[in-house]
């Protein structure tokens, strides 16, 4: 495939139960900054069924045209299924450019794309750009997060997996237009994979977090975990970890916030014991406030809080557990 034979930008709509997937327009968000600068289109596909008004929602939040992929068949994601229906497409339409969200379908599907079309899948990418001859540049953490790759992809189209809350989406506009182009569905009867049963997973998802309150080397033993997570409880949040309490095993790795792990935009982010690396000042930087509790008055992570605690955590953790809890119950007591 040649560069000179691509042109324009294309994010894939994720969908579930016909509610679009807030990476999406994260995506959209910088396709079109991306668009804008090299004065592109930028499109967007979607597929499933009954799903056409988020088709006019995708114009809104800054694509040009949608591609309406509307059937049965791709009403629950199927990977084989949408492949089926999103790689003629690309070979027709042949953006430069195929951005996916690094979410749970969209890892399963860009592979799949990427390997059909012999091109190449930059995954799980922080940040986008262009060059000056119109190259996509993808930057993405390696060797564990210790480095920042960047990356251009030879072959057309360029495809790229994007983590979710690293860019910021765009704020719909009502009066924005737009083309909505239905396609003929290809029906695949039997793609050898069948849905038996949907269950929700009991997990925690700290992406979707308020509040988060995190916790990393400064704690001594295992055991004492209970003293943060209480303090998220009282504070109707949730609690996470920097990566080497992952490693040693002590939180589970749904819980790490960093570049290995979540990149969290909560409205208050408490970091407890956390000196601030840079790999986990990137997964948390965003937070509208941040509380930091260091006895080193050093510590990096200083520089990015809003407020900060000089102090032994372990004196002053169970403080402000004890202060929140004296406030609700006075609160109760005035009612």
Sequence with gaps: MKGTEHSGLMVFAEQEESVIHPVTFELLGKGRELADRLGVDLSAVLLGYGVEDEAFNLIRHGADRVYLFEDRSLKEFDAVRYKENIVPLLREVKPSVFLVGATRIGRSLAPRVAAALRTGLTADCTDLDVDEEGNLIQVRPAFSGNIMAVIRTRTRPQIATVRYKVMKPPEPDPKRRGEIIRRDVKV????????????????????????????????????????????????????????????????????????????????????????????????????????????????????????????????IVPLLVKKIKDLERAGLDRS
Aim: glycine share 12%.
């Design 188 to 315: 695949v009867e039997d793609s050898g994979l069948r849905i038996l049963k949907k269950e929700r997973v009991r997990g925690v998802d700290l992406t979707e977090a308020e509040v988060i309150v995190s916790c990393g080397r400064g704690v001594k033993r295992r055991e004492d975990l209970v003293i943060f997570k209480e303090l998220a409880a009282v504070l109707g949040g949730v609690f996470g970890s920097s990566r080497p309490l992952v490693d040693c095993g002590w939180v589970e790795r749904e819980r790490q916030v960093g570049f290995s792990g979540n990149v969290v935009k909560p409205k208050v982010y408490i970091a407890c014991g956390i000196s601030g690396s840079p790999q986990h000042l990137f997964g948390m930087r965003d937070s509208d406030v941040i509380i930091a509790i260091n006895k080193d008055p050093s510590a990096p992570i200083f520089n990015v809080a809003d407020y900060g605690f000089v102090g032994d955590m372990y004196e």
